[in-house]
């Protein structure tokens, strides 16, 4: 806060000594009444607001309170107090210092008393805070971990409302086309309103549509060279004209491809067929005709850009149907064509059924790389090495996204998984860094990135830049909301855990890198616990020459499965009763 100024004097000393302590008081309590009776005061004199010493004796005085007892039951409303007479403070002096503050307290405030009534209201000052101050981007991410870190807080509907503004704020601004539109169709967030004005941009080719089914799951990717605005629409069916129930996607600034196929016939329980056509000169719509439907989502995803739209009916376990990606099945021993009821997961009374391993990278996709070693090859042999050890550990199915060199986009990984009825997802990956000191293990599942060095992982993998995973949070809240955030944590943790200790048993000097979040395009719409794993530096020489050797990835190898074991007897201590899966050591 700056400064005494001149101004009020009488009123600063009335205030000064309103705020003396109270006498003889000795707890805190005290102290904490009389500085909210000595704010409400402040309130009813707006000469003596005008004074910046009367916000900080205030501030100092509810700070007091919490420092003297930092763990004791009037901690998190003292922070709270304090926070905001600092946030009052910087919109009356517009010190810099005072919303650093006010921001620092209520983030301290939210993490340290996660159960205190006050976290998610914590959580969205901060929020309310960016947004005020014209920082749209960072404030819709304050607001997401409202939605994330405190579900069932009070300030979930107001929070909601708020993203909702800041969607609108935030979309695309649209191509200038000519493209109309049905009176009342409103654009769902994502997306972009329509503009009446012509174009004069050149018009963006849609190369290809292509789809993955089940009964209760269908994704359907759009392609195009580069990116465009669209609208997505649900409309009602029309019975008098026999038109079914339509979802359609406007891609506007576009043409159709010649060699697109404009009527892609599905039927899987959820869909009748995709049609994609050229709606007027510039804009192509690509529109679902709809059997049944529970929800759906709609996102886009960058190099080269893709419309998704997930499709999504009651869930009914062991129905699984492959679209058109092929099955990698791992070949089976003698030992795991035995019963099931000889395996872990059947002795143990889980469900763990099939289990997809993702090798990151493939075909003109190399990954990273020195020296003579690619990440493609390295992620594909950990793969091929693990799948039988878990086959025959679990008694599961593993499928494997490739099986061989190949180039998988990585919205066909996660379809992949899917349309496959998939229990676990498990991405495959090696880690390159500037640095050559820079080594360890990390495990990272689908949320908000939390760190720079997150971000930069996210951005190499998802083939992008770092100001598009900037970006890519900003669209991710509908989407995480209905992801298996918690369950894919608890996997990253077990999977890490187990990989860090086989290593340790054979290795000295394996780093820790933690598990870690961020938001990766692979694990995007994954309808079950998913993660990335990144085993190793390629970068760093010592973890270069392991990477090269065969003793280094079985052991890998073994160290995922050990991991998986680990996630499994969690999840039969919580369904037995016997504790949390939080209660596994969290490494």
Request: proline share 6%; charged share 25%.
């Given at each position: 806060?700056?400064?005494?100024?001149?101004?009020?004097?009488?009123?600063?000393?009335?205030?000064l000594?309103?705020?003396?302590?109270?006498?003889?008081?000795?707890d805190e309590?005290?102290?904490?009444?009389?500085?909210?009776?000595?704010?409400?005061?402040?309130?009813?004199?707006?000469?003596a607001?005008?004074?910046?010493?009367?916000?900080?004796v205030?501030?100092?005085?509810?700070?007091?309170?919490?420092?003297?007892?930092?763990?004791?039951?009037?901690?998190?409303?003292?922070?709270?107090?304090?926070?905001?007479?600092?946030?009052?403070?910087?919109?009356?002096?517009?010190?810099?210092?005072?919303?650093?503050?006010a921001?620092d307290l209520?983030?301290?405030?939210?993490?340290?008393?996660?159960?205190s009534?006050l976290?998610?209201?914590?959580?969205?000052?901060?929020?309310?805070?960016y947004?005020?101050?014209?920082?749209l981007?960072r404030?819709?991410?304050?607001?997401?971990?409202?939605?994330?870190?405190?579900?069932?807080?009070?300030m979930?509907?107001?929070?909601?409302?708020?993203?909702?503004?800041?969607?609108?704020e935030?979309?695309?601004?649209?191509?200038?086309?000519?493209a109309?539109t049905?009176?009342?169709?409103?654009?769902?967030?994502?997306?972009?309103?329509?503009?009446?004005?012509?174009?004069?941009?050149?018009?963006?080719?849609?190369?290809?549509?292509?789809?993955?089914?089940?009964?209760?799951?269908?994704r359907?990717?759009?392609?195009?060279?580069?990116?465009?605005?669209?609208t997505?629409?649900?409309?009602?069916?029309?019975?008098?004209v026999?038109?079914?129930?339509r979802l359609?996607?406007d891609?506007?600034g576009?043409?159709?491809?010649?060699?697109v196929k404009?009527?892609?016939?599905?039927?899987?329980?959820?869909?009748?067929?995709?049609?994609?056509?050229?709606?007027?000169?510039?804009?192509?719509?690509?529109?679902?005709?709809?059997?049944?439907?529970a929800s759906?989502?709609?996102?886009t995803?960058d190099?080269p850009?893709?419309v998704?739209?997930?499709?999504?009916?009651?869930?009914v376990?062991?129905?699984?149907?492959?679209?058109?990606l092929?099955?990698?099945?791992v070949?089976r021993?003698?030992?795991?064509?035995d019963?099931?009821e000889?395996?872990?997961?059947?002795?143990?009374g889980?469900?763990?059924?099939?289990?997809?391993?993702?090798?990151?990278?493939?075909?003109?996709?190399?990954?990273?790389?020195?020296g003579?070693?690619?990440?493609?090859?390295?992620?594909?042999?950990?793969?091929?090495?693990?799948a039988p050890?878990?086959?025959?550990?679990?008694?599961?199915?593993?499928?494997?996204?490739?099986?061989?060199?190949?180039?998988?986009?990585l919205?066909?990984?996660?379809?992949?998984?899917?349309?496959?009825?998939?229990?676990?997802f498990?991405s495959?990956?090696?880690?390159?860094?500037?640095s050559?000191?820079?080594?360890?293990?990390?495990t990272?599942?689908?949320?908000?990135?939390?760190?720079?060095?997150?971000?930069?992982?996210?951005?190499?993998?998802?083939?992008?830049?770092?100001?598009?995973?900037?970006d890519?949070?900003?669209?991710?809240?509908?989407l995480?909301?209905?992801?298996?955030?918690?369950?894919s944590?608890?996997?990253?943790?077990?999977?890490?855990g187990?990989?860090?200790?086989t290593?340790?048993?054979?290795y000295?000097?394996?780093?820790?890198?933690?598990?870690?979040?961020?938001?990766?395009?692979?694990?995007?719409?994954?309808?079950?616990?998913?993660?990335?794993?990144?085993?190793?530096?390629?970068s760093?020489?010592q973890?270069?020459?392991?990477?090269?050797?065969?003793?280094?990835?079985?052991?890998?190898?073994?160290?995922?499965?050990d991991?998986?074991?680990a996630?499994?007897?969690?999840?039969?201590?919580?369904?037995?009763?016997?504790?949390?899966?939080?209660?596994?050591a969290?490494?």
């Open positions: 806060m700056p400064r005494n100024s001149p101004l009020a004097i009488f009123a600063l000393l009335a205030l000594l309103s705020l003396a302590t109270p006498a003889g008081a000795q309590s005290a102290v904490f009444k009389q500085a909210k009776t000595d704010y409400a005061w402040l309130l009813e004199h707006p000469k607001q005008k004074v910046p010493s009367n916000w900080q205030l501030a100092d005085r509810f700070a007091r309170v919490y420092k003297s007892d930092p763990n004791g039951p009037l901690a998190p409303k003292a922070m709270y107090w304090t926070a905001r007479i600092h946030s009052v403070a910087f919109f009356r002096f517009k010190q810099q210092s005072d919303l650093n503050e921001v209520y983030r301290r405030l939210s993490k340290r008393f996660p159960k009534p976290a998610d209201d914590a959580q969205f000052k901060i929020a309310r805070l947004e005020k101050t014209g920082d981007k404030a819709y991410v304050e607001y997401l971990r409202v939605t994330m870190n405190h579900p069932n807080g009070g979930v509907a107001e929070t909601r409302r708020r993203l909702d503004v800041l969607e609108r935030l979309a695309p601004k649209p191509a200038q086309t000519g109309k049905n009176p009342g169709e409103a654009a769902v967030a994502g997306g972009t309103a329509p503009d009446p004005k012509a174009s004069t941009s050149p018009l963006i080719s849609v190369t290809q549509v292509k789809h993955w089914s089940t009964p209760t799951y269908t359907v990717v759009a392609a195009l060279d580069r990116p465009v605005p669209y997505a629409n649900l409309l009602k069916s029309n019975l008098s026999n038109k079914p129930r359609y996607v891609l506007r576009a043409r159709l491809a010649d060699s404009e009527t892609v016939p599905i039927q899987d329980g959820l869909l009748l067929r995709a049609r994609a056509g050229q709606f007027n000169p510039s804009t192509v719509r690509m529109v679902l005709d709809i059997k049944h439907l759906y989502k709609v996102f995803l190099n850009f893709r998704v739209v997930d499709c999504f009916g009651k869930v376990k062991g129905h699984a149907k492959t679209g058109k092929k099955v990698h099945k070949k021993g003698r030992a795991q064509q019963p099931p000889l395996g872990l997961a059947a002795a143990l889980l469900k763990l059924r099939r289990i997809v391993l993702d090798p990151g990278h493939g075909g003109k996709d190399q990954g990273c790389s020195h003579r070693l690619k990440e493609k090859d390295i992620t594909l042999d950990i793969a091929l090495r693990t050890i878990l086959a025959k550990t679990l008694g599961c199915q593993v499928l494997l996204t490739r099986k061989r060199d190949e180039f998988i986009p919205e066909n990984r996660t379809a992949f998984a899917n349309t496959n009825d998939a229990d676990l498990i495959i990956h090696v880690n390159a860094a500037p050559r000191g820079l080594s360890g293990i990390e990272y599942y689908l949320n908000l990135a939390t760190d720079s060095q997150s971000m930069q992982v996210a951005a190499r993998e998802n083939a992008t830049t770092r100001r598009s995973i900037s890519l949070q900003v669209i991710l809240n509908d995480m909301l209905h992801s298996k955030i918690n369950e944590n608890r996997l990253a943790r077990a999977v890490h187990g990989l860090l200790d290593l340790r048993r054979r000295k000097s394996v780093r820790d890198l933690k598990v870690k979040q961020a938001p990766f395009y692979v694990l995007i719409g994954a309808r079950m616990p998913s993660i990335l794993m990144e085993v190793g530096f390629i760093n020489s973890e270069y020459r392991r990477l090269s050797s065969d003793r280094y990835r079985d052991r890998v190898a073994l160290g995922i499965v991991g998986v074991k996630y499994a007897k969690a999840l039969k201590g919580a369904s037995a009763g016997l504790g949390p899966m939080g209660t596994m969290a490494r």
